[in-house]
């Protein structure tokens, strides 16, 4: 058996380590968060003036640079904007939820007929 000091440096010596671990973790996580919290993200259809269908409150307007709009319905938020001649979709960074706030800091409205994508950040989760 150990004499009761060699308990007390290895137990020490644990929790060292284990906070080192939780700092690896923190940082990590904070590393993904950042990176996640920009990206592209699909507005919807505007077609002659107004919105089919959009993914932000934003009324019967477009969009607009630097404004920040609400999500409406839950949308991927992407590494890219899609890409032709195929519409090939950008990786998937994560999800902005519903209710979430995000600030425009780019729009393509030439993104396929009508279809409105946006680089986004996301300002409130």
Same mark, same amino acid.
């Given at each position: 058996?150990?004499?009761?000091?060699?308990?007390?440096?290895?137990?020490?010596?644990?929790?060292?380590?284990?906070?080192?671990?939780?700092?690896?973790?923190?940082?990590?996580?904070?590393?993904?968060?950042?990176?996640?919290?920009?990206?592209?993200?699909?507005?919807?259809?505007?077609?002659?003036?107004?919105?089919? +269908?959009?993914?932000?409150?934003?009324?019967?307007?477009?969009?607009?640079?630097?404004?920040?709009?609400?999500?409406?319905?839950?949308?991927?938020?992407?590494?890219?904007?899609?890409?032709?001649?195929?519409?090939?979709?950008?990786?998937?960074?994560?999800?902005? +939820?519903?209710?979430?706030?995000?600030?425009?800091?780019?729009?393509?409205?030439?993104?396929?007929?009508?279809?409105?994508?946006?680089?986004?950040?996301?300002?409130?989760?």
């Amino acid at each position: 058996m150990l004499p009761r000091e060699d308990l007390d440096v290895k137990k020490t010596a644990k929790t060292e380590t284990d906070q080192s671990v939780e700092n690896i973790i923190e940082n990590i996580q904070k590393e993904i968060s950042e990176t996640t919290t920009a990206g592209w993200i699909y507005l919807g259809t505007f077609k002659e003036g107004k919105w089919q +269908k959009a993914t932000i409150e934003v009324g019967n307007q477009m969009a607009e640079i630097g404004a920040a709009y609400q999500i409406m319905d839950d949308v991927y938020l992407r590494n890219k904007k899609p890409a032709f001649p195929l519409y090939k979709l950008g990786q998937i960074l994560g999800v902005v +939820k519903v209710g979430e706030t995000i600030k425009i800091m780019e729009i393509d409205e030439d993104v396929g007929k009508n279809r409105v994508w946006a680089k986004v950040a996301i300002t409130s989760r």
